[in-house]
C-alpha cells in the first residue's frame, strides 16, 4: 500500500529524532550498535528524500502540506515540502550518510554522544526547511545549533574550542535578533503562518507596516548572519576550519539553511516575486565573493582554504538570488547543490592529507597559533579497517575532481551551474540599459574572477601535496574513509550525465518561488485529513 504524502512529509523530522532520542539510552562504548542505527536512520532519510522529491516533483501538486493537529489552515502549524524544500532535505541527506560513514573510521570516538547530536542536527536541518511557519523556523533553528554546538567541539584541541566560542556566540546573538524580529511581524500581522503573513503584508496600514519592514529587516539580518555574507561571516572560517573533519563536512548546508531561509520569505513578502532588499543582497554577495577569493589566495592552510569556499559559495548563491530572476535563480539552485556536496568532501579530502604531512610540508601555513595545532590524542588511536592500495593516486583523482567542480571547468556540475547562470543574466532583456545590466555585468565579471582565484589556489594546493611535496609521504587511507569521497564524486558525476534532469527540476523550483501565489495557494487551501474531529462526539 502506498504511504499517505501528507505522512511522508514529517518523516524527515521524525526519523533523526528517533534515532538520536534511541541512542542516548546507550552507553558510548557501544558505538557499533550506535554506528547501526545512525546508519540507517541516514539510509531512510536520504530513501524518504528521494520519495519526496520525486512525489512533489511529479505530481500535479505544487506544494504537500502536512497540517499537524489536523487544524484547517492557516491556523495549523504545518510542514510544506514543495521543489525548494524537497531539494534541500535531499541535499542534507546525501551529505550526510557519506559525513557519517567516514566518522566512523576514528572522529566518533573523540567525544562522546556524536551520534546522537548528529541525529539531532538532521532533525533540525530537515525541520527548518519544511516547516511553513516563522516561529517553527525558529525552533528548528535552535534544534540545529544546539546540536552543531556540541558538534563544533567535537574532539576538542585550543583552536576548536577557541573557535567554537566564538559561534557559539554569534550564533546566540542571531538566534536573539530572529526572535525580536518574529516578535515584530507577528504584531504587525497576527500571525505566524508565512503564507498568511504574505498575503496580509500588501494589505497593512497605519504603524503595522513600518513594523513589518523592521521585523521582515530584522529577520534578514539574522539569515544573513547564517549565511556567512560578508562581513557578519568572520566566524565561519575559524569555525569551519578548526571543526572535525565529518562535522565540517555536515556543516557545508549549515550556511545554506540562512540562503534558504532569506529566499523563501523574502520572495513570499513580495507580490511580484522580487526579493526584499534585493539590492542589497547583491551588494552583499558580490563583496562576500570578493572576500573569499582573495582569502582562498591568501590560505596557506588546506582547511582554510576548504572554509573559504563555503563563503565562495554563499557570496555566489546570494549575489545571484538578488538579481530576482527566475533563470538565474535556477542555476544559482542548480550550483547550491553542486558546491556543497564538492566542499563536503574537500573537507575530508583535506583531513586525509594533511594528517599525513609532516611539519615540513607546512612551511607556507602561517603559523600552527594561528590555525591550531594537531589534534591531541586523536593520530595516536591504531587505525581500524582496511588500508587501501594506491591512496594517494586516489585521493590525487578525487582532488582533481571536486577540483574540477569548485573551479568551475567543463564538463562537470560546476560549469554547467555557472554557464547556466551566466546564460539567465547576460539574456536579460534589460541587459543594455539601467541598473540591471550593470549588476548582470558585475556578476558575470565575478563567477569568472572567481573561478580564476579558485583555480590559481587549487592548483598551487595540488602542485604542492601531490607533484612537488616538501616530503615524500604514503598516506594510510581506509576504505571507510575513501569511499564517502568517492561516493560524493559519484553523485557529481552523475548530475553532470544527468544535468537535463536536475535543470529541469530547478527550473521548476524557481519557477514556483517566483511565482508565489501557487504556494499561497496549496498552504492556504490544504485540506484536513478525514475523519474531522466533529464536536459532540
Known amino acids: 500500500m502506498e504511504v499517505a504524502p501528507q505522512h511522508i512529509v514529517i518523516a524527515p523530522v521524525l526519523i533523526p529524532l528517533i534515532a538520536g532520542a534511541l541512542m542516548l539510552f546507550f552507553d558510548d562504548r557501544q558505538r557499533q550498535l550506535k554506528a547501526a542505527i545512525g546508519i540507517a536512520s541516514t539510509l531512510a532519510l536520504l530513501v524518504t528524500a528521494g520519495m519526496l522529491l520525486l512525489r512533489v516533483h511529479h505530481h500535479d501538486a505544487v506544494a504537500l502540506v502536512y497540517l499537524l493537529g489536523n487544524w484547517p489552515a492557516p491556523i495549523a502549524i504545518n510542514l510544506v515540502a514543495d521543489r525548494l524544500s524537497s531539494i534541500m532535505v535531499a541535499v542534507t541527506a546525501l551529505l550526510a550518510l557519506p559525513a557519517l560513514v567516514f566518522s566512523m573510521q576514528r572522529w566518533e570516538r573523540s567525544g562522546p554522544h556524536f551520534h546522537s547530536l548528529f541525529q539531532f542536527l538532521l532533525m533540525g536541518l530537515g525541520g527548518a526547511f519544511l516547516t511553513g511557519d516563522l516561529f517553527n523556523l525558529f525552533v528548528f533553528f535552535e534544534v540545529m545549533l544546539a ?59 497605519g504603524f503595522s507596516e513600518p513594523a513589518l519592514r523592521v521585523g521582515l529587516a530584522m529577520l534578514g539580518l539574522a539569515f544573513l548572519i547564517k549565511a556567512g555574507m560578508w562581513p557578519l561571516g568572520f566566524w565561519l572560517v575559524p569555525a569551519y576550519s578548526a571543526a572535525a573533519a565529518p562535522v565540517a563536512a555536515i556543516f557545508a548546508v549549515l550556511s545554506k539553511v540562512g540562503v534558504y531561509a532569506l529566499l523563501r520569505l523574502s520572495l513570499l513578502a513580495s507580490a511580484e516575486g522580487e526579493a526584499f532588499g534585493a539590492m542589497l543582497i547583491f551588494v552583499g554577495g558580490s563583496l562576500t565573493l570578493v572576500f573569499a577569493s582573495i582569502g582562498i589566495l591568501a590560505s596557506q592552510s588546506l582547511p582554510r582554504a576548504a572554509a573559504y569556499f563555503v563563503l565562495m559559495s554563499s557570496g555566489t548563491l546570494l549575489a545571484t538570488f538578488g538579481m530576482s530572476d527566475p533563470g538565474s535563480t535556477a542555476g544559482a539552485l542548480f550550483y547550491l547543490i553542486s558546491s556543497t556536496l564538492a566542499v563536503s568532501g574537500l573537507f575530508m579530502i583535506v583531513e586525509l592529507l594533511e594528517r599525513e604531512q609532516g611539519a615540513a610540508a607546512n612551511v607556507l601555513a602561517v603559523t600552527m597559533e594561528a590555525y591550531g595545532g594537531a589534534e591531541p590524542g586523536a593520530d595516536e588511536e591504531t587505525e581500524v579497517g582496511r588500508v587501501i592500495p594506491g591512496a594517494l593516486a586516489v585521493l590525487g583523482i578525487s582532488f582533481s575532481l571536486l577540483a574540477l567542480v569548485l573551479i568551475g571547468l567543463p564538463p562537470l556540475t560546476g560549469f554547467l551551474a555557472k554557464f547556466a547562470i551566466l546564460h539567465a543574466v547576460i539574456g536579460l532583456p534589460s541587459v543594455e540599459s539601467g541598473g540591471t545590466g550593470n549588476q548582470a555585468a558585475i556578476l558575470a565579471s565575478l563567477l569568472i574572477i572567481s573561478g580564476l582565484t579558485a583555480m590559481i589556489a587549487l592548483v598551487r594546493m595540488g602542485i604542492r601535496i601531490f607533484w612537488a611535496p616538501v616530503e615524500s609521504f604514503q598516506p594510510r587511507v581506509t576504505v571507510l574513509e575513501i569511499a564517502p569521497i568517492l561516493f560524493l564524486a559519484a553523485v557529481l558525476v552523475a548530475m553532470s550525465v544527468g544535468a537535463g534532469t536536475v535543470m529541469s527540476l530547478v527550473t521548476d523550483a524557481a519557477g514556483d518561488l517566483h511565482q508565489p501565489s501557487r504556494y499561497l495557494d496549496a498552504v492556504l487551501g490544504a485540506g484536513r485529513v478525514p475523519p474531522y474531529a466533529e464536536a459532540g462526539k
Open 147 to 205: 546540536a552543531s554546538y556540541g558538534l563544533v567541539l567535537h574532539g576538542s584541541g585550543a583552536a576548536r574550542v577557541r573557535s567554537g566560542l566564538h559561534y557559539i556566540a554569534i550564533n546566540l546573538v542571531a538566534s536573539l535578533i530572529f526572535l525580536v524580529g518574529i516578535a515584530l511581524v507577528f504584531g504587525a500581522t497576527g500571525s505566524l503562518n508565512l503564507a498568511e503573513i504574505s498575503q496580509k503584508a500588501v494589505q497593512l496600514t
